[in-house]
Each structure stands twice: as C-alpha cells, then as structure tokens.
C-alpha cells in the first residue's frame, strides 16, 4: 500500500501538523484553565464559567483535533510503511504517552466539574511541561530520525 496517498501525501501531512498545533495549543491551555478554577470555591458563579470553559476547550479543540491527528497520521504511517523504520517505534510510544497525557487531562477537568481537586497548583503546573517536552521529542525523531 505505499504510496497510497499519492499527490496528497503533503496535504495529508499538512493538515496532520494544523491538527497537531491545535492539539497542542488545547494540551497547553487546559492545565492552565485547571490552576485558575482550583482558585475559585466550589459550586461558585467562576466555578460554573471554568466548569463551562473547560468543557467547550475539550469538545471544541481537544477531542476533535487529536481524532483528526490520528486518523492523518494514521494515514501518513501506512503511506510510507513508518513501522518498518525504527526511529517510528519510539515516536509512536511517545505519541500514544501523549494520547494518555489528553486522556488524563479530560478526567481531571470531569473531577474539577464534581468539585475534586486531588492535584495542587504546583503539581499542575509541573504536569503543564509535559506535553512541551513530549512534542519536543517527537518532533525531532520525526524530523532527523536519530535512528
């Protein structure tokens, strides 16, 4: 099946990296908007606007843009039998790590909704490099391909 994109290839790969910058915008902003609600006192008027917030940036950004993100990359991978290359391996753990990452980030706000709040605003703030770190990563094996 290689090549099976053909003339769309860059195309593909064009709106696989859109969708990556708006995954990552969300995967940003999202343990931001945590910090500020874990500030607000539960069941209060700003509480509600996070709660109300959070929901749209899940919904909107998050959630579509990382299905768009696997289903182009998923494409992208197929097209140029990725697997077959060995730098791909590591680079697909990373990006399934990252997938978790968003996976965690939408149960955290779900608990923020119910009014838990298991994390302080250090250790959110922390969690916010992550995925900083992560694109780093990923991006350079997909770019230089180390290995």
């Known amino acids: 099946m290689m090549n099976f ?3 769309a290839y860059f195309w593909v790969k ?3 990296i859109i969708f990556v910058i708006f995954l990552m915008a969300g995967l940003f902003m999202m343990p931001r908007y945590f910090i500020y609600h874990q500030e607000t006192p539960i069941g209060s008027e700003e509480d509600r606007k996070w709660i109300h917030r959070e ?8 959630n579509p843009s990382l299905i768009i993100v696997w289903i182009l990359g998923l494409m992208l991978m197929v097209n140029i039998e990725a697997w077959t290359m060995p730098w791909f391996h590591l680079k697909l753990l990373l990006v399934l ?3 978790a990452y968003h996976g965690w980030m939408i149960g955290y706000s779900k608990k923020l909704a119910r009014g838990i709040r298991p994390l302080s605003d250090r250790q959110l703030r922390m969690l ?6 992560m694109a780093a990563a990923i991006v350079i094996l997909a770019v230089v391909r180390p290995f």
């Open 14 to 16: 064009a709106a696989h």
């Open 97 to 99: 790590l990252l997938s």
């Open 128 to 133: 916010n490099e992550v995925p900083g770190i």
């Open 5 to 7: 994109l053909g003339n």
């Open 55 to 62: 929901r749209k940036l899940r919904t909107i950004i998050l």
